[in-house]
């Protein structure tokens, strides 16, 4: 969330910053509980001081035999201190209000996001590789899916509903085999220690990366437990830290495979056939915690670790860089990498690269040192290292033959067995 201070010392630039994200916020409202809230502080600060000084003279009242100007005096603090009371209820109804504004108020972007009004104004960064020509033609995934028996959609429908499907025989395998492909990738190379968390979690954790209170309608939960299915590994992984103060003198980077539980995917009927859109999928997320210096120029390191996964399955990609309208609630700055898919022609989005600032740690309370040892929050940042549903998709597209047989990447070859393809 965003500093109550910083807004009122730069409200000007907090209220054009989210003009830029088409986001609206009562900056001004705001400004008034704040406001009121300092003065009803000043106020009961001043009789706590009044009344401090009145209950030492009453014992010099009573030591001088002047009872009732001693009794006068302690129905003076009574009377003190019932207004504070009041004043100290004030304060915390006004803390309430202050904290329900807040939270609802999205991160600043960075100052190195690119303004822009909607996705069309995102700038495409770099690619990799080429559209792969076909003399034969192009099935999308669905078709495949059926053909090779790798997914059954109208059995997962069956079982639960519309965007549940099952992954059967060897499209299980190949699940199983990328999940294992990037946790191997992430933690031999890259750095990351695995871990494996809860795949439910409390309201404070959700609270702590965003997902709560504005998105609340999104997620799947259980009121019997008070606890919300994650929608993405980062929830459990970033709140591994919350209300702590950690060592980040070297970056902290975790990696996890977790299923993940969304409402919101494939509403009002779009891209409801096949895997576009899923209300459960799976994912390997990549999170860091560093200092804010080592922010940005870690940012590049997470991007780039998300693209070395495509690299390595030989698929086209590009990279593109969030315009401020396009940005995610709590994201400063953000990468997408999408994948080009040839069966149903388009790019896929298969991560988010996303730099939060301070922003989840102030929400989660996540602290370092600095070189003073003084503590300050630390930088947040996370990226899907990658999601599977739209790899899966751009994999078997890619990949497919005229006999209807799929080729499998070379990397993955070892996990599935030895299989080259499947069919």
């Given at each position: 969330?965003?500093?109550i201070?910083?807004?009122?010392?730069?409200?000007?630039v907090v209220?054009?910053a989210l003009a830029?994200?088409?986001a609206?916020?009562?900056?001004d409202g705001?400004?008034e509980l704040?406001h009121?809230?300092?003065?009803?502080?000043t106020?009961a600060?001043?009789l706590k001081?009044?009344?401090n000084?009145a209950s030492?003279a009453i014992?010099?009242?009573?030591?001088?035999g002047k009872?009732?100007e001693?009794?006068a005096?302690k129905?003076?603090?009574r009377?003190?201190?019932d207004?504070i009371?009041?004043?100290?209820e004030?304060?915390?109804?006004?803390?309430?209000?202050?904290s329900?504004?807040?939270?609802?108020?999205?991160?600043?972007?960075?100052a190195?996001t690119?303004v822009?009004?909607s996705?069309?104004d995102?700038p495409?960064?770099?690619s990799?590789?080429?559209k792969k020509?076909?003399?034969?033609?192009?099935?999308p995934?669905?078709?495949?899916?059926?053909e090779l028996?790798?997914?059954d959609?109208?059995?997962g429908?069956?079982?639960?509903g519309?965007?549940?499907?099952?992954?059967?025989?060897?499209g299980?395998?190949l699940?199983?085999?990328?999940?294992s492909?990037?946790?191997d990738l992430?933690t031999t190379?890259?750095g990351?220690?695995e871990?494996?968390p809860p795949f439910?979690?409390?309201a404070d954790?959700?609270?702590?990366?965003g997902?709560?209170?504005?998105?609340?309608?999104?997620?799947?939960?259980?009121?019997?437990?008070e606890?919300?299915?994650?929608?993405t590994?980062?929830v459990?992984?970033?709140?591994?830290?919350?209300?702590?103060?950690i060592?980040v003198?070297?970056?902290?980077?975790l990696?996890?495979y977790?299923?993940?539980?969304?409402?919101?995917?494939?509403?009002a009927g779009?891209d409801t056939r096949g895997?576009?859109?899923?209300?459960?999928?799976d994912k390997v997320?990549?999170?860091?915690?560093?200092?804010?210096?080592q922010?940005a120029?870690?940012?590049?390191i997470l991007?780039?670790e998300?693209?070395k996964v495509?690299?390595?399955?030989?698929?086209?990609?590009?990279v593109?860089?969030l315009c401020?309208a396009?940005l995610g609630f709590?994201a400063?700055k953000?990468?997408?990498?999408?994948?080009?898919a040839p069966?149903?022609?388009?790019?896929l989005e298969?991560?988010?690269v996303?730099?939060?600032?301070?922003y989840?740690?102030?929400?989660?309370?996540i602290?370092?040192r600095?070189?003073?040892g003084k503590?300050?929050?630390?930088?947040?940042l996370?990226?899907?290292?990658?999601a599977?549903?739209?790899l899966v998709?751009?994999?078997?597209?890619?990949?497919q033959?005229?006999d209807?047989?799929?080729t499998?990447?070379e990397?993955?070859r070892p996990y599935m067995g030895g299989?080259e393809?499947?069919g």
């Amino acid at each position: 969330m965003l500093d109550i201070k910083f807004i009122r010392e730069n409200a000007d630039v907090v209220k054009q910053a989210l003009a830029n994200r088409n986001a609206e916020a009562d900056i001004d409202g705001l400004l008034e509980l704040d406001h009121l809230r300092r003065a009803v502080i000043t106020e009961a600060e001043g009789l706590k001081t009044e009344r401090n000084a009145a209950s030492k003279a009453i014992g010099g009242l009573m030591k001088e035999g002047k009872k009732d100007e001693a009794e006068a005096s302690k129905e003076n603090v009574r009377i003190i201190g019932d207004r504070i009371a009041v004043l100290d209820e004030q304060v915390r109804e006004l803390d309430e209000k202050i904290s329900n504004i807040i939270l609802y108020i999205p991160n600043l972007p960075s100052a190195t996001t690119p303004v822009g009004s909607s996705e069309e104004d995102n700038p495409v960064l770099r690619s990799f590789g080429e559209k792969k020509e076909f003399s034969f033609e192009v099935k999308p995934h669905w078709d495949i899916c059926e053909e090779l028996k790798l997914v059954d959609f109208e059995r997962g429908a069956k079982i639960t509903g519309s965007g549940f499907p099952v992954y059967t025989g060897q499209g299980a395998k190949l699940q199983r085999s990328l999940i294992s492909f990037m946790l191997d990738l992430h933690t031999t190379e890259h750095g990351y220690t695995e871990v494996e968390p809860p795949f439910v979690c409390n309201a404070d954790s959700m609270t702590g990366t965003g997902q709560l209170p504005k998105f609340s309608e999104d997620m799947y939960y259980t009121p019997s437990d008070e606890l919300y299915l994650i929608p993405t590994a980062e929830v459990p992984v970033t709140n591994l830290y919350r209300e702590e103060i950690i060592d980040v003198e070297k970056p902290v980077k975790l990696t996890a495979y977790t299923p993940c539980f969304r409402r919101e995917a494939g509403a009002a009927g779009r891209d409801t056939r096949g895997l576009l859109r899923l209300h459960q999928f799976d994912k390997v997320e990549m999170v860091n915690f560093v200092t804010p210096e080592q922010s940005a120029a870690q940012h590049e390191i997470l991007i780039a670790e998300a693209e070395k996964v495509l690299q390595l399955l030989g698929l086209h990609y590009r990279v593109i860089e969030l315009c401020t309208a396009d940005l995610g609630f709590s994201a400063a700055k953000c990468y997408d990498i999408e994948l080009w898919a040839p069966g149903v022609e388009r790019w896929l989005e298969v991560s988010s690269v996303s730099n939060f600032g301070d922003y989840q740690a102030r929400r989660a309370r996540i602290r370092c040192r600095d070189e003073n040892g003084k503590p300050q929050f630390v930088h947040t940042l996370n990226g899907s290292g990658v999601a599977l549903p739209r790899l899966v998709v751009a994999l078997i597209e890619s990949y497919q033959n005229a006999d209807g047989t799929v080729t499998l990447p070379e990397v993955l070859r070892p996990y599935m067995g030895g299989l080259e393809k499947l069919g």
